[in-house]
């Protein structure tokens, strides 16, 4: 009999109060090998504080935490060797260069002999910092400094990454090099826990996520899932050689279409199905005689989603 997967990142009705404020508010969710999970939200939604949980930096007012099978209440210690945590800020020494700057970090996590340089080696060669070993990183520019945030929070071959704003600041290139990085580690079969207000970037690179507001679970599933549940529809826009009034016509009284508009020959239109309803749609269409010329739909962004789940309020 095969055993379900456990998840490597585990959230049991979680609360963080602090006096009247419920900064975390009952939150529950899992996060499994392989995922990269975003958490979403505005300011102020209890992200940062349930990623500081999670890091054992904070403590919960009731419930839990764990972290591949480990609770970061009980058994903190174990948490830590198995997590890595990418804080929104983090500090820069002077006059210690990239190497020694992580060979502090695998020091700190109890990498001793080769088993260390490996570790130093391996993570400069993959966040392309090998040839800025001797830099200082006071020198060092911002999206260097972001890779090497990840290479120090990566340095324990941690099961669990949670990175909180990676992408802050970046400039393109390197919110793009930082987004395949992300994407390798999840391939590795980490599971990724990552918060940014860049929801394009998150669009692209999550496989589910989580929408928190005022300390409160709002939704958690894939984009397409939260799609439905939300019934977020799709714009569709097509254009006809002839026939224009008697498609109007047809369209009004088509099933999950509304908001039909008409310049010369081009149509925009909602529509409430996913891609599968779309391509019945176009075949409909066509059956009825009509002679489109050019069809296409946009899917609702995860920022149509974001907005339309969230009401904007804050605590």
């Excluded at 802050?168 to 079969?189: K, S, T, V």
């Amino acid at each position: 009999m095969i055993q379900p997967r456990r998840p490597l990142i585990e959230l049991r009705q979680l609360r963080r109060y602090f006096g009247e404020t419920r900064a975390v508010d009952d939150v529950s969710f899992e996060v499994h090998s392989g995922e990269v999970f975003g958490y979403i939200g505005p300011n102020g939604a209890g992200k940062t504080t349930s990623m500081r949980i999670l890091a054992t930096l904070d403590e919960p007012t009731s419930g839990d935490a764990l972290v591949d099978g480990f609770s970061v209440v009980e058994d903190p210690d174990r948490v830590r060797t198995r997590l890595g945590f990418m804080p929104d800020y983090f500090g820069t020494y002077r006059n210690v260069n990239v190497r020694d700057y992580l060979d502090f970090f695998a020091r700190s996590y109890g990498l001793h002999g080769r088993r260390r340089l490996r570790a130093i080696d391996y993570v400069m060669r993959f966040t392309l910092l090998d040839q800025l070993a001797d830099k200082p990183i006071d020198g060092l520019s911002k999206g260097m400094k972001g890779r090497l945030c990840l290479g120090r929070t990566m340095i324990h071959d941690p099961a669990v990454m949670v990175l909180d704003e990676p992408a802050a600041g970046l400039d393109p290139r390197a919110r793009i090099e930082l987004r395949e990085m992300i994407a390798q580690l999840a391939a590795n079969g980490k599971a990724i826990l990552i918060s940014s207000h860049i929801l394009t970037e998150l669009a692209e690179i999550c496989n589910k996520i989580a929408i928190l507001e005022k300390g409160r679970l709002l939704t958690v599933g894939s984009i397409a899932e939260i799609s439905a549940q939300a019934e977020i529809v799709c714009q569709v826009h097509l254009s006809l050689l002839t026939g224009t009034d008697r498609l109007q016509r047809w369209l009004e009284n088509c099933d999950g279409v509304r908001d039909v508009s008409v310049v010369d020959t081009h149509f925009s239109l909602t529509h409430e199905g996913g891609p599968n309803e779309q391509a019945l749609l176009l075949r409909q269409i066509v059956e009825a005689g009509f002679e489109v010329v050019e069809f296409s739909s946009k899917t609702k962004s995860l920022e149509d989603i974001f907005l339309h789940v969230t009401e904007g309020r804050v605590q």
